[in-house]
Nanobody, 112 residues
Framework: VQLQASGGGLVQAGGSLRLSCAGS??????MAWYRQARGKQRELVAG???????TYAEPVKGRFSIFRDNDKNTVYLQMNRLKPEDTAVYYC?????????WGHGTQVTVSS
């Protein structure tokens, strides 16, 4: 099982980025994005359940959108109105029957 994340980068405050995470090797149920800022614990950003239900952390509600393309086994995170406090390494996460997997991180840096 592999999760390949992409789409991070450097953007000015107020800008947008879209992260992608393509999965292979299994059928994924719940998929999510987490982030970890320097010196802080990893935290959930947004989740997309297999039934289509989505959840968001309070700091990103109204700015970020998570959506998935099940045919492509891919989950996306559209990030709008980015803030410097969104700066972190972003990780995708996916659950499969009997386990769960993490993708490698992708750095998002928001300059003020």
């Amino acid at each position: 099982v592999q999760l390949q994340a992409s789409g991070g980068g450097l953007v000015q405050a107020g800008g947008s980025l879209r992260l992608s995470c393509a999965g292979s090797g299994s059928i994924f149920s719940d998929m999510a994005w987490y982030r970890q800022a320097r010196g802080k614990q990893r935290e959930l950003v947004a989740g997309a359940a297999a039934d289509g239900k989505t959840t968001y952390a309070e700091p990103v509600k109204g700015r970020f959108s998570i959506f998935r393309d099940n045919d492509k086994n891919t989950v996306y995170l559209q990030m709008n109105r980015l803030k410097p406090e969104d700066t972190a390494v972003y990780y995708c996460h996916a659950e499969v029957v009997g386990g769960n997997y993490w993708g490698h991180g992708t750095q998002v840096t928001v300059s003020s």
